[in-house]
């Protein structure tokens, strides 16, 4: 499902010299396969996430999500992956069913499919008493819970998980447990960025130390 191979990123710097920010990086992920993605501040995951996306062009290697790879085709790889992230917002003043249903229209998702997944993701995330309430009115949790949602809303084959329990207290933290099973259970495939170790072993199948780019 993700196939990362020789994945190479180099800066230019003044003087004629190169920042080498990600070398030679490869890694698979299965699909029902949580990946862990780990290492320090500054080890390269946040760059190597973006050359997966096809938001920065990779200097050589080349990496693929469900067979489309991510510089030639990089609408198609978004189109096929879900961001969780603890840096990403929320429309504050639209109902928390009118900005699950406009992100599933901006992936393309059919109306009718949409309205499906609505209502299972409601259920499953316990979003019912939540979905006629504007997002600036929600709680932390709530708003957790809200974009646990959005990354499902478009059925992508594909989540990536960036610092996903980061300012969560236990609570909280135990919803990401449970989310990253029904990932499991539904087959998709998953990265989880993170610098902590006990989290990458309590959330994830398998995990790549990243130091240096490397």
């Known amino acids: 499902m993700i196939e990362v191979r020789e994945l190479t990123k180099r800066f230019p710097l003044a003087g004629g010299n190169e920042l ?12 029902g396969e ?3 993605l780990l290492g320090p501040n500054g080890a390269g995951k946040t760059t190597t996430i973006r050359m997966m996306l096809g938001l920065l062009r990779p200097t050589s290697g080349d990496a693929s999500i469900d067979g489309y790879t991510s510089a030639t085709h990089p609408e198609e790889v978004k189109r096929r992956v879900g961001l969780v992230s603890a840096s990403a917002g929320l429309y504050q003043w639209l109902t928390v069913r009118e900005m699950l249903l406009y992100f599933a229209d901006l992936y393309g998702a059919p109306r009718i499919q949409a309205a499906r997944e609505l209502e299972r993701l409601t259920k499953l995330l316990g979003l019912r008493e939540l979905l006629s309430r504007r997002c600036v009115t929600l709680s932390t949790g709530q708003k957790q819970r809200v974009h646990l949602a959005r990354a499902l809303i478009h059925q992508p084959p594909v989540l990536l998980l960036d610092e996903p329990t980061l300012g969560l207290d236990v609570l909280g933290s135990q919803i990401i447990v449970e989310y990253i099973g029904l990932l499991r259970d539904e087959g998709k495939a998953a990265i989880v960025t993170t610098h902590r170790l006990e989290e990458a072993e309590r ?10 780019g490397i």
């Open 34 to 36: 949580v990946y862990g």
């Open 20 to 31: 080498v920010a990600v070398d030679a990086v490869s890694f698979t992920v299965r699909p």
């Open 203 to 212: 959330l994830c199948d398998r995990f790549g130390l990243m130091h240096r």
